[in-house]
T-cell receptor, first 112, second 107 residues
Framework: EAQVTQNPRYLITVTGKKLTVTCSQN?????MSWYRQDPGLGLRQIYY???????DKGDVPEGYKVSRKEKRNFPLILESPSPNQTSLYFC???????????FGPGTRLTVL | QKEVEQNSGPLSVPEGAIASLNCTYS??????FFWYRQYSGKSPELIMF????GDKEDGRFTAQLNKASQYVSLLIRDSQPSDSATYLC???????FGSGTRLSIRP
């Protein structure tokens, strides 16, 4: 089944404790992206990747890192999480940039 | 001005009526337009996309694009309670070309 998976789905952590949210797609998509969704602000792009080893900042990259060592995986790394990073995070992929995106199920992160 | 703007609602429509959702965008070079539906606590899913001016119909859904006025709409006919969700408009902007590199292969 073609899908985008994220793990974990829910996470409660404390300020400063490094964490990684994984994202994986099995559709051989070149383009992958991370978004955060907050009430009243819609989906905001954090980072995106056009292909393996090609990543770039989105609209709200501060406090986040990503890597794209393999085509299927695009982990989101929070080196030192802060409470303002409490949000709902979505990973998405598409065959190429600008085409229909397929979204993962979301990761709800709470930073205390 | 935001690049893509939607009224946050809530928009309340009686069952069976037509729901009309609007989206405006700022980049006149935008090329493709998507409507996603997101149920509470779920991830967005694509319901319509449109590239050309005019209307595109798919079942009870109609997407309308007016590039001159820079807006795209989604109409939902015969609205059902199951249509209750957040609808996200997404816009793909133009591709920008560099000036080019002339390559000459020497024999």
């Amino acid at each position: 089944e073609a899908q985008v998976t994220q793990n974990p789905r829910y996470l409660i952590t404390v300020t400063g404790k490094k964490l990684t949210v994984t994202c994986s797609q099995n559709m051989n998509h070149e383009y992958m992206s991370w978004y955060r969704q907050d009430p009243g602000l819609g989906l905001r792009q954090i980072y995106y990747s056009m292909n393996v080893e090609v990543t770039d900042k989105g609209d709200v990259p501060e406090g986040y890192k990503v890597s794209r060592k393999e085509k299927r995986n695009f982990p989101l790394i929070l080196e030192s999480p802060s409470p303002n990073q409490t949000s709902l995070y979505f990973c998405a992929s598409s065959l190429q940039v600008g085409e229909q995106q397929f979204f993962g199920p979301g990761t709800r992160l709470t930073v205390l | 001005q935001k690049e893509v703007e939607q009224n946050s609602g809530p928009l309340s429509v009686p069952e069976g009526a037509i729901a009309s959702l609007n989206c405006t965008y700022s980049d006149r070079g935008s090329q493709s337009f998507f409507w996603y539906r997101q149920y509470s606590g779920k991830s967005p899913e694509l319901i319509m996309f449109i590239y050309s001016n005019g209307d595109k119909e798919d079942g009870r859904f109609t997407a309308q694009l007016n590039k001159a006025s820079q807006y795209v709409s989604l109409l939902i006919r015969d609205s059902q309670p199951s249509d209750s969700a957040t609808y996200l408009c997404a816009v793909r902007t133009k591709i920008i070309f560099g000036s080019g590199t002339r390559l000459s292969i020497r024999p």
